[in-house]
C-alpha cells in the first residue's frame, strides 16, 4: 500500500513494504533472536521543467528530500524487509506562467498533487544486492495548456515497476541509478553508500497546428545507510 506525501508536520508517508530475499551472510545460531538491521534511504532531489506552446514557455522548479526507514532481519536462509516510516521534507515548488498567457504564478500553495515514493522490492542477483524503488509524478503544467505531460521523478535501475511509458534509465545523462552493493557488504555492522545520476528528457505532442515540447531535468542523490540495531534506533 502506498499513500501520498502529506504536507507540514502531516507530511509522513505511510507505506507498507514487506518482502523475502535470499542473501547469503550473517547466520544465525539459533540462540536468541535474529539480527537486525535497520535501513535508511534518504533521497533529495532538485529539477525543473518547461512546456511550450505558441503563448510561450511554462517554466517549473522543485526540490524535496525524501528519507525512508525500515528494518532487515534474518529469516533463516532469507531477510525480511519490514517498512518503518517514510516522510517527505523540504518540499517546495514553483511554476512560472507563459510570457503570452493569462496564466499566473505558481507557488506551493497551488501544488495540490505531491511526489509519492514506492519501495517495491529488494533483489539478488549473482552476488549483487539491488534496491528497487519508483516515485509517483504528477500532470504538469499546472498554469493552462494545450497540454500536459506527467512529471518524471527518480527511479531505480532495473526497477521492476517502470512508470507508464517510460523507460526511465534511458535518459539518465551522468552518473548511476543502479543501486546495488556486493552480497558480502551486508555482512560488516555498519554500511554508508552514496549514488548519485542526472536525467534529462524532451518530449514533444501535436496539437492541431502546433507542436507542444515538453522538457524535464532532474538531479538526485541518494544514500543508503544499514547498521545493526532494532527498529527502536529508528
Given at each position: ?196 545520476w542526472t536525467w534529462r528528457r524532451n518530449q514533444s505532442a501535436l496539437e492541431q497546428d502546433v507542436t507542444?515540447?515538453?522538457y524535464q531535468s532532474h538531479k538526485a542523490q541518494l544514500t543508503v545507510r544499514v547498521r545493526l540495531g ?5
Amino acid at each position: 500500500m502506498t499513500m501520498k506525501l502529506g504536507r507540514g508536520a502531516a507530511a509522513g508517508l505511510a507505506l507498507a513494504a514487506l518482502c523475502i530475499l535470499p542473501l547469503g551472510t550473517a547466520v544465525s545460531d539459533g540462540e536468541g533472536p535474529a539480527p537486525r538491521w535497520t535501513l535508511e534511504l534518504v533521497l533529495s532531489v532538485a529539477g525543473i521543467y518547461r512546456v511550450t506552446d505558441e503563448a510561450g514557455p511554462v517554466a517549473g522548479n522543485y526540490s524535496f528530500t525524501v528519507r525512508w526507514q525500515g528494518t532487515l532481519e534474518r529469516d533463516d536462509v532469507d531477510w525480511r524487509l519490514t517498512h518503518g516510516q517514510c516522510a517527505l521534507e523540504d518540499w517546495k515548488a514553483q511554476e512560472q506562467p507563459a510570457p503570452k498567457s493569462r496564466g499566473r504564478v505558481m507557488t506551493i500553495e497551488d501544488f495540490k498533487d505531491m511526489p509519492a515514493f514506492r519501495f517495491h522490492y529488494i533483489l539478488q542477483d549473482k552476488g549483487r544486492v539491488m534496491i528497487d524503488f519508483g516515485m509517483d509524478g504528477f500532470p504538469i503544467p499546472l498554469n493552462p495548456s494545450r497540454e500536459s505531460f506527467l512529471l518524471t521523478l527518480p527511479a531505480s535501475g532495473k526497477t521492476t515497476q517502470p512508470g507508464p511509458g517510460v523507460k526511465y534509465d534511458d535518459f539518465v545523462v551522468d552518473g548511476s541509478n543502479l543501486v546495488q552493493f556486493g552480497e558480502g557488504e551486508f555482512a560488516d555492522a555498519a554500511l554508508e553508500k552514496e549514488f548519485a545520476w542526472t536525467w534529462r528528457r524532451n518530449q514533444s505532442a501535436l496539437e492541431q497546428d502546433v507542436t507542444i515540447h515538453c522538457y524535464q531535468s532532474h538531479k538526485a542523490q541518494l544514500t543508503v545507510r544499514v547498521r545493526l540495531g532494532s527498529d527502536r534506533d529508528i
